[in-house]
């Protein structure tokens, strides 16, 4: 048992402690990006399924491959929070507020918005490649596929956890969601699980230019600081 918490610890410690605080001192203020993604989604869900609005969600975040890249780059931004019309509304606000949340607090508001919408973005533009690509190749995907709606706010959901796993060193978890993914795409086979391997590729990316990053910070910093010996040494005169 002992053993299992310290894992624990090891694991999600850091994560815990950076999202402690501010949830306990501002509690919902801490996250006002994820509630408000939350309640949109909602929102777009309720106009999505009345009979006047279906047409309305579609023209604003339903994005297709089979779509001019013009529009579809146009509606994405709308399209993560349209959540799938097969899956439970509940289901994705749960995930929302969960993982956006996190992110926001670990990562900060506008950061969370962009690596969200990276994830889905990356996810939009694999689909117009797959096809490209087509079903003979190992990352390709079928004709059919470019009718298909992607995937709403789970991309960025996976990819958020992925990337603020990986950031504080929650390893194991961004591995089993990685895992979870790769088990989607072999089960299923659908659009939805190759757009969020997409989305992980993008995490995984960034994730080490941010890595890289930091360590030539940490290395341009050792260097600055360490005395280069030169300028208060001074050679003693030769005896003659």
């Known amino acids: 048992m002992k053993t299992l918490a310290r894992w624990a610890r090891a694991e999600w410690g850091p994560l815990y402690d950076t999202v402690r605080e501010p949830l306990l001192r501002r509690r919902w203020r801490a996250v006002p990006l994820s509630l408000a993604a939350a309640g949109l989604t909602a929102a777009l869900h309720i106009v999505h399924n009345q009979s006047w609005g279906y047409d309305l969600v579609q023209d604003v975040g339903a994005v297709r491959?089979?779509?001019?890249?013009?529009?579809?780059?146009?509606?994405?931004?709308?399209?993560?929070?349209?959540?799938?019309?097969d899956l439970p509304?509940?289901?994705?606000?749960?995930?929302?507020?969960?993982?956006f949340g996190?992110?926001?607090?670990?990562?900060?508001?506008?950061?969370?918005?962009?690596?969200?919408?990276?994830?889905?973005?990356?996810g939009t533009l694999y689909a117009?490649?797959?096809?490209?690509?087509?079903?003979?190749?190992?990352?390709?995907?079928?004709?059919?596929?470019?009718h298909v709606v992607d995937t709403g706010p789970s991309a960025a959901v996976v990819g958020l956890a992925v990337f603020v796993g990986l950031r504080y060193g929650a390893r194991v978890t961004a591995g089993v969601v990685i895992a979870a993914m790769v088990v989607e795409v072999l089960v299923k086979e659908n659009l939805a699980g190759r757009e969020h391997l997409a989305a992980i590729a993008v995490?995984?990316?960034?994730?080490?230019?941010?890595?890289a990053r930091h360590r030539h910070s940490e290395q341009a910093t050792a260097s600055g600081s360490r005395p280069t010996g030169t300028?208060?040494?001074r050679r003693?005169?030769?005896r003659r």
């Open 203 to 211: 995490m995984l990316l960034l994730c080490g230019l941010s890595a």
């Open 89 to 99: 509304v509940w289901g994705a606000l749960a995930q929302i507020l969960f993982v």
């Open 65 to 85: 491959a089979a779509d001019p890249l013009w529009l579809a780059l146009l509606r994405t931004p709308f399209s993560l929070f349209v959540p799938a019309l």
């Open 102 to 122: 996190i992110a926001e607090i670990c990562l900060g508001r506008w950061r969370t918005l962009a690596l969200a919408y990276a994830a889905t973005l990356a």
């Open 231 to 233: 300028g208060h040494l």
């Open 236 to 238: 003693s005169p030769g």
């Open 128 to 146: 117009r490649v797959g096809i490209w690509l087509g079903p003979d190749s190992p990352l390709g995907l079928h004709a059919w596929d470019a």
